[in-house]
Nanobody
Framework: QPQLVESGGGLVQSGGSLRLSCAAS????????IGWFRQAPGKEREGVSCISSSGGNIEYGDSVKGRFTISRDNAKNTAYLQMNSLKPEDTAVYYCAASLGFETLNDPYDYWGQGTQVTVSS
């Protein structure tokens, strides 16, 4: 059974940092692009970042460029999102997702995690 489990969310002050993890199981992790998405209350889901299966292609949403860094460790079946210089507007539930055969945030994703809450206080 394919599964993605996010962790690392929490409450942080503006300007602080968090590192999210996405642990995968039940599918061949290193075949899949991994994406991070977020959704704030009352807002549409937003693509944050994605990384191709080999790590060679990376995309960031405009709102996080220069502050967030995506990475993956295929040996550990885990992807990461390092979030620095956090702002209150980064507050959202963050989801990781896996896509087979695609490499951008706008492509379809096959598997989704349950999400982890990130709250940035001002």
């Amino acid at each position: 059974q394919p599964q993605l489990v996010e962790s690392g969310g929490g409450l942080v002050q503006s300007g602080g940092s968090l590192r999210l993890s996405c642990a995968a199981s039940g599918f061949t992790f290193d075949y899949y692009t991994i994406g991070w998405f977020r959704q704030a209350p009352g807002k549409e889901r937003e693509g944050v970042s994605c990384i191709s299966s080999s790590g060679g292609n990376i995309e960031y949403g405009d709102s996080v460029k220069g502050r967030f860094t995506i990475s993956r460790d295929n040996a550990k079946n885990t992807a990461y999102l390092q979030m620095n210089s956090l702002k209150p507007e980064d507050t959202a539930v963050y989801y990781c997702a896996a896509s087979l055969g695609f490499e951008t945030l706008n492509d379809p994703y096959d598997y989704w995690g349950q999400g982890t809450q990130v709250t940035v206080s001002s």
